[in-house]
């Protein structure tokens, strides 16, 4: 039997750092009003010229190093994003993958917000044991500022940029592999969380789309219910399903939207403060990112090791939800 390890992470932010204290200047907010509300403190925003296959690319070149992998080896990219290069096409996998020299290989996009990352894990999980792929790169990469209406201060406080890359690839050694993966989705939340405008869906006609926004529109306390509610219920049941412990999670990797939400669902689940990764406080939301930058901060730190366990869990726009259990299955 072929199984899907987990082998290896990386990451990137932009250098740029937008704090509280520089939003307070732009719309009618405060540091007190958004570090209380969400725990955000600062996020990073890309420069003008950094697209975001570029953020993608940086994150990539750090898994595939980390890896031992030979670049030729690697035979699938899917990148999750929300933010893409352009819109439709081409795929920003496609623009990564040629920024990497990559060659022979099959490259796409998947679009399922701040869950993108467990959804394309659960691709690449799927390829692998079907036999069809062996070395799957996959990227969760954003500049959400691309798409943030910086006049709007419900949201322009929690979004940012940045980009998590992850390596997966085919084992015989059943302990590396990765265990479960739930993913949903219910369209009858769409409105909570969408960009309305610039699609075939738009109010706008044709000629209007060249200049309607893109812009991110929220049902922020709506969200908020929705996300402690689903968090909670899909962790518990991955749990369940495969007689796992609490305390057998070393690190609960949740999706970094907010402080309140994170600790609601660590609560509920009776988690220990040290089995929480913590970076809503320096990066924000950062969508399909957020969960692969949570695992490049414990990786970097040193307090990832091989074979512990990590729980991931997101929910986002759609709406989406999933969560995964996978062991960290480096090769060395
Ligand atoms: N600064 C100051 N006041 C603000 C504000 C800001 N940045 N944004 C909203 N407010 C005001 C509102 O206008 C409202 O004022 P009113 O009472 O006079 O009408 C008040 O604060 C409360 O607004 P509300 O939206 O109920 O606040 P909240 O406690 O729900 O916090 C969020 C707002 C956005 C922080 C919170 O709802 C949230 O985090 N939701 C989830 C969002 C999310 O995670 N989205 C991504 C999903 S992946």
């Not at 940029?161 to 265990?179: L, M, Q, R």
């Not at 899909?234 to 609960?252: A, G, P, R, W």
Request: glycine letters at 8%.
């Amino acid at each position: 039997m072929t199984y899907a390890a987990f082998r290896s992470i990386g990451a990137y932010v932009p250098e740029k750092i937008l704090s509280n204290e520089d939003l307070s200047k732009m719309v009618d907010t405060s540091d007190e009003w958004i570090t209380k509300r969400t725990g955000i403190k600062e996020r990073r925003i890309a420069a003008k010229n950094e697209h975001t296959s570029d953020l993608g690319m940086k994150a990539a070149e750090l898994a595939i190093k980390r890896s031992g992998l030979d670049k030729d080896e690697i035979d699938m990219v899917v990148c999750a994003t929300i933010s893409p290069d352009y819109f439709c096409m081409p795929s920003t996998a496609a623009i990564i993958s040629t920024k990497l020299g990559l060659k022979n290989i099959t490259a796409f996009d998947i679009s399922a917000a701040c869950t993108g990352f467990i959804y394309i894990l659960s691709i690449a999980k799927a390829f692998i044991e079907s036999g069809m792929k062996k070395n799957i790169l996959i990227i969760g990469a954003e500049k959400l500022s691309s798409i943030t209406d910086y006049s709007d201060r419900s949201t322009c406080i929690l979004f940012g940029d940045g980009a998590g890359a992850a390596i997966i690839s085919a084992t015989d050694n059943k302990d590396e592999a990765i265990i479960d993966i739930h993913t949903g989705a219910d369209g009858k939340y769409a409105d909570l969380l969408m960009t309305p405008n610039g699609g075939s869906g738009s109010a706008h006609d044709a000629i209007d789309q060249e200049t309607a926004s893109c812009f991110m529109q929220m049902k922020g306390n709506e969200t908020f219910k929705v996300a402690v509610r689903t968090l909670t219920k899909d962790v518990v049941e991955i749990l369940n399903k495969n007689n796992i412990e609490n305390k057998s999670i070393k690190h609960f990797i949740p999706h970094q939207a907010n402080y309140r939400i994170i600790k609601a669902v660590g609560d509920a689940l009776k988690l220990k403060d040290e089995q929480v990764v913590l970076t809503v406080e320096k990066y924000g939301n950062t969508s399909s990112a957020s969960i692969p930058m949570a695992i490049n901060d414990i990786y970097e730190q040193g307090t990832l090791k091989k074979c512990e366990l990590m729980l991931f869990d997101a929910f986002g726009g759609g709406l989406t939800w999933g969560s995964a259990l996978v062991p960290f299955a480096p090769i060395k």
